[in-house]
């Protein structure tokens, strides 16, 4: 594949001279482009563009495709059908209901603001849903609540700065569509993973004001959210669906794509002679975009060089990326040349490349399979420590003891050796106990099985397998045993996500104890049962305050965030030397690893300098309900310990305790010790 400014030639260009529109098709023999009020103009084909000067045209005037071609069981032409442009960067739905293109005015002063350089050891990544995150905030103005305005408003950046946020991922922005089944059912997409376009932002997100004015005044609002949170010195990460598109499946709604070249731009069946034609879908969504031709992966790469360029966006978290990495065969290649655009392309270095790394076609669990410049979200950090602090700590409660040890603890600790090579290092992996698409963390300590019932499928939908544990009592609850217990449970989920190595992810509103009410797949969810909730509650500024102090602890610990996996018998900088301890305060054994009666360690950090000074650290862990006796390790070059946070509340954070010194700890804890 060749690297072309694609961007720059298709879709239509306002420039010097006349007007000029372009679009891609290897299969059509007509193509004319409406411009409402002002005409239709026929293009002239070369290779698979189709270009022609379109005199006239300004910004805010709205436009269609006309697209004819030959029949076959891989096509959908229609010359009578108006498609959307998929390079659109302005979509609008039309007096007849259809969705069309809007021609933008690009223009926009960043007075000077730059992207934030922040390094990704530091990185501290917040994946938020715009309308979720501050529709429910007082403190924002009513008519900016669940809007890109409101995301850019001082109450949320003071928000994302108190508790530590680096790196905001926003869930995407493309503009979408409801699919057409929920549409029927009188219910809407909340989360926007059904992309009609790949240039536009979504028009509901923008305020009213913007709304009203057109989508240039949509982009432009667009913009100046991410200058504002630029100038606040917090990046901005989208969450990109470039698997599928919302034509969904074989007569699903077309659209744009299926209308224009449908027989190249999505996976086709292998099926015999005779059978009706069928899409090869790796998504679960009806469709999946063929990424092996050109045409479809200069679409990819042109979008993500407009966001990253023209907007300013700091990176790209990418919706079933293994989808984009198969091959003309459907298999998954990690030298898929798109793949290797999107890591090397000039206008992408400097960009914050976050993969899922799978998708739900056969061999489709790709975790740690992406190569150096990507990172991964972690699903295996997320079951080790719901297991360990949740699963196992109710199996103790029922039978006396769990089924497992700590070593799998220790190893997403420090950063999933066992996944990530030398090579990539522990920052190849997002870890995250929580996301988008599951329990919210309030309802992980408070619901032992899903309560779906509101998505209209009768609780069919959504994963089984949650790890979850609702501490005696099924939902919310007064009693203050158990929401004593499940706090107690947050504060170690949060603090093993903020104190491993690697780059965390918060989910937006845990630190809020957001709750979905036991809806683990709240996509079709309305707002006023899933928001941020803002009000003033104890327990949510207990949690709040946790997570921020955890927060500071790892940017004030480079030992805690290591670049680098150590390699024996080497110094590594970055790297940070472990030593690890039992409770007896000696060097741990191999039976304290493995048997499931001995869950606790002392974890003995130190860092090799690189950028920052030297640093150590004592994270004590234990994951029992018993009451456990911890010795503090001897070692020459500590004088004592002083406990820098806790899970337990109301512990003694002030004096020095000597080396050798009996710690207690009651009941299920991590505990992080500053060393003199």
């Known amino acids: 594949m060749h690297e072309t400014a694609i961007d720059e030639t298709q879709g239509f260009i306002l420039g010097a001279g006349v007007p000029r529109f372009s679009v891609r098709s290897a299969s059509a023999t007509a193509v004319s482009v409406v411009v409402d009020g002002r005409g239709t103009v026929p293009l002239t084909q070369s290779g698979d563009v189709w270009s022609g000067e379109v005199p006239g045209v300004e910004a805010g005037d709205t436009y269609h495709l006309l697209v004819d071609g030959p029949a076959g069981p891989r096509h959908a032409f229609d010359p009578t059908r108006p498609l959307l442009d998929p390079y659109a960067r302005g979509i609008v739905r039309g007096a007849d209901s259809r969705w069309t293109g809007v021609v933008v005015d690009d223009a926009f002063d960043w007075g000077g603001v730059v992207k934030p350089t922040t390094p990704l050891d530091r990185t501290v990544v917040y994946e938020a849903n715009v309308r979720t995150l501050t529709a429910a905030n007082p403190a924002v103005p009513e008519h900016l609540r669940g809007t890109y305005a409101g995301i850019a408003h001082e109450s949320t950046i003071a928000h994302l700065h108190r508790i530590g946020v680096t790196t905001l991922e926003l869930l995407p922005v493309h503009a979408f569509d409801t699919e057409r089944w929920l549409r029927d059912a009188g219910r809407e997409n909340a989360w926007g993973y059904n992309t009609l376009g790949f240039f536009a932002p979504h028009t509901a997100h923008a305020s009213p004001g913007a709304r009203a004015e057109g989508a240039s005044a949509v982009l432009r609002e667009f913009k100046g959210m991410v200058r504002l949170l630029h100038a606040a010195g917090i990046q901005v990460v989208l969450d990109v669906v470039y698997n599928h598109t919302a034509e969904e499946g074989l007569g699903g709604p077309t659209s744009s794509l299926r209308g224009i070249d449908g027989a190249n731009r999505y996976r086709w069946a292998s099926l015999p002679d005779g059978e009706p034609a069928a899409y090869y879908d790796t998504t679960g969504c009806g469709n999946t975009l063929d990424t092996s031709v050109e045409a479809t992966a200069d679409l990819i790469v042109d979008s993500l060089r407009y966001w990253a360029r023209d907007v300013q966006v700091d990176g790209f978290r990418f919706d079933l990326m293994a989808a984009l990495g198969r091959d003309a065969d459907h298999v998954f290649d990690p030298a898929h040349p798109l793949l290797d655009r999107i890591r090397n392309h000039p206008d992408l270095q400097d960009t914050l490349i976050i993969a899922e790394p799978w998708d739900v076609g056969p061999d489709g669990w790709k975790t740690g399979s992406f190569g150096t410049r990507t990172s991964e979200w972690n699903d295996g950090f997320r079951n080790t420590v719901r297991q360990f602090w949740l699963t196992d700590i109710a199996e103790e409660r029922r039978n006396g003891a769990p089924a497992h040890g700590i070593g799998r603890l220790a190893d997403a600790l420090t950063g999933s050796r066992s996944l990530f090579d030398t090579a990539r290092g522990p920052l190849a992996g997002i870890n995250f106990v929580t996301a988008h698409d599951g329990?919210?963390?309030?309802?992980?300590?408070?619901?032992?099985?899903?309560?779906?019932?509101?998505?209209?499928?009768?609780?069919?939908?959504?994963?089984?397998?949650?790890?979850?544990?609702?501490?005696?009592?099924?939902?919310?609850?007064?009693?203050?045993?158990?929401?004593?217990?499940?706090?107690?449970?947050?504060?170690?989920?949060?603090?093993?996500?903020?104190?491993?190595?690697?780059?965390?992810?918060?989910?937006?509103?845990?630190?809020?104890?957001?709750t979905q009410h036991g809806n683990n797949n709240a996509y079709v969810v309305s707002d006023d049962l899933t928001p941020v909730d803002w009000s003033d509650d104890e327990d949510a500024e207990a949690m709040t305050s946790a997570v921020a102090s955890l927060a500071r602890l790892r940017a004030a610990h480079p030992a805690l965030r290591p670049t680098r996996f150590g390699v024996e018998g080497q110094e590594t900088p970055g790297a940070s030397r472990m030593s690890w301890y039992g409770p007896d305060g000696q060097p741990m054994t191999l039976e304290g690893w493995d048997q499931p009666i001995h869950r606790a360690l002392q974890y003995f950090a130190e860092s090799t300098p690189e950028h920052e000074p030297f640093d150590r650290v004592l994270v004590v862990v234990h994951g029992s309900g018993r009451t456990r006796d911890i010795t503090l390790p001897v070692r020459e070059d500590v004088v004592g310990y002083r406990l820098a946070w806790s899970s337990e509340k109301h512990r003694d954070h002030e004096r020095l305790r000597p080396a050798g010194q009996v710690f207690t700890a009651y009941g299920p804890g991590i505990h992080v010790f500053e060393i003199a």
């Open 439 to 514: 329990f919210t963390l309030l309802d992980l300590v408070s619901y032992d099985g899903k309560h779906n019932e509101a998505n209209g499928e009768e609780n069919r939908d959504g994963s089984n397998d949650n790890r979850s544990f609702n501490h005696g009592i099924e939902g919310d609850t007064a009693d203050r045993g158990v929401r004593a217990a499940r706090g107690r449970s947050m504060r170690n989920l949060a603090a093993t996500l903020m104190l491993s190595a690697g780059v965390p992810m918060l989910t937006a509103g845990d630190e809020r104890s957001r």
